[in-house]
């Protein structure tokens, strides 16, 4: 009794379900044939087998799981080739192999000295030895000035051929290697360093890697044409979204400065240096020495580390260039890493303001002494070895510190 379904070997007849649009929250007839009543009853109607609900294709997710781990294993083993090769391959400098010396055949000795402004100059004492390797030629601190020239054979070695790693500018040493190690001094410019020398054959990582990258793109490949033949057997396949990243917008480079500009020094042809002090109550401030250089290029008027307030003019016209040059410079490379303005005027040194009671004094020291200069201080001319100071009074230092320039300026 009661209002639920009839039991199968009961007397009473159940009623057809019934329908409820196209879809219904009970059970909907099935065409199949009824069961034949059971014995003892008279007409039973036959239980209704439930709806077949139609299934979506299967997603082949191992196949894609699989290819996609061994895609991962192939980069890193590529990855790692690639670094075991460049780490294996020594360097050269021009046709000079940097090796362990294992095949020297040719040993002798060399002496070189350099004078500049009559000064006898150093020459590092470890030029062409490396952690790794020695370069045919090359010296030693212990020995300094001495060139050894240790070959595999008797070939003929010039002076031209170094190691590639600095250069004389005609006053000091520099890295032959630009500081992003894109660019390469080769004595008259700076060209492209280059790729790293090919590798001999394919190492073990090399070719386990093909392998592996074979076998991940054969998989994938698999299981993308599963996945579409699953697709069309059944329901509608859906498309495939992509999403479009934009590409990152290129490198402006260095910020304008006024008339100076920002390159690689390859057709420098005057070269000098000038010096500038700054003072503010009594006591001199540090001056960028990474000023007027960035990773791309330098400033025709910068510095250089280790040397504090010393100005390189170095431009490939010989005209004359101002202290209002170098603040320009100075603004425009403090903006561009995100720094503050750097001015010079009336009221304002580099990024100090100055308060109604200060005022700015200036002195150039072109060879005579510190001299007071009462113009406009950005059209002070930079000449060689000429000394300027601003000092931000009070309190007033006369005469300003002294300045000297290092050895080989």
Not at 103 to 112: F, K, N, R
Not at 265 to 286: D, F, K, N, R, W
Not at 361 to 376: I, N, R, S
Request: net charge neutral.
């Amino acid at each position: 009794m009661g209002s639920g379904p009839a039991q199968i070997g009961g007397g009473c007849r159940r009623s057809r379900p019934e329908r409820v649009g196209r879809y219904s929250i009970k059970a909907v007839a099935s065409p199949t044939r009824t069961k034949p009543p059971v014995r003892g009853t008279k007409q039973k109607s036959g239980r209704r087998l439930p709806p077949k609900v139609k299934r979506g294709p299967d997603v082949p997710l191992l196949p894609v799981v699989v290819g996609g781990l061994l895609v991962l294993a192939a980069i890193v083993l590529i990855i790692t080739s690639i670094i075991s090769n460049r780490s294996s391959a020594p360097p050269t400098a021009g046709d000079i192999p940097c090796d362990k010396l294992e095949h020297t055949q040719t040993h002798y000795h060399a002496a070189l000295q350099i004078m500049y402004q009559g000064h006898l100059v150093n020459v590092p004492g470890d030029v062409g030895r490396l952690t790794s390797c020695f370069y045919w030629l090359h010296m030693h601190t212990e020995s300094p000035g001495v060139i050894h020239i240790e070959a595999p054979r008797n070939r003929t070695f010039t002076l031209g051929e170094d190691d590639g790693f600095w250069w004389w500018d005609g006053a000091a040493w520099r890295p032959a290697m630009s500081a992003d190690g894109r660019w390469r001094w080769n004595g008259s410019a700076w060209v492209p360093a280059g790729a790293p020398p090919p590798s001999r054959g394919l190492s073990g990582g090399t070719f386990i890697a093909i392998i592996a990258g074979g076998a991940a793109v054969v998989l994938v490949v698999v299981a993308l044409l599963g996945y579409a033949a699953f697709s069309s057997l059944g329901g509608t396949q859906s498309p495939l979204s992509s999403t479009r990243v934009s590409p990152s917008p290129s490198p402006s480079g260095a910020t304008p400065a006024s008339t100076v500009s920002c390159d690689r020094l390859e057709h420098t042809q005057v070269h000098y240096h000038a010096a500038l002090q700054i003072l503010q109550q009594g006591s001199q401030l540090s001056i960028p020495t990474g000023l007027g250089r960035i990773t791309t290029c330098f400033y025709w008027l910068h510095m250089h580390d280790g040397e504090p307030g010393i100005i390189h003019v170095e431009s490939p016209s010989d005209r004359p260039f101002t202290l209002g040059d170098f603040f320009a410079v100075w603004d425009a490379w403090s903006r561009s890493g995100g720094g503050p303005g750097e001015f010079l005027d009336s009221t304002h040194v580099a990024t100090f303001v100055l308060a109604g009671d200060q005022k700015l004094v200036v002195y150039v020291d072109a060879g005579a002494g510190p001299q007071l200069f009462a113009g406009d201080p950005t059209s002070v001319v930079l000449r060689n070895h000429e000394v300027i100071t601003l000092e931000i009074t009070p309190p007033a230092v006369a005469p300003p510190p002294a300045f000297s320039f290092p050895p080989g300026f």
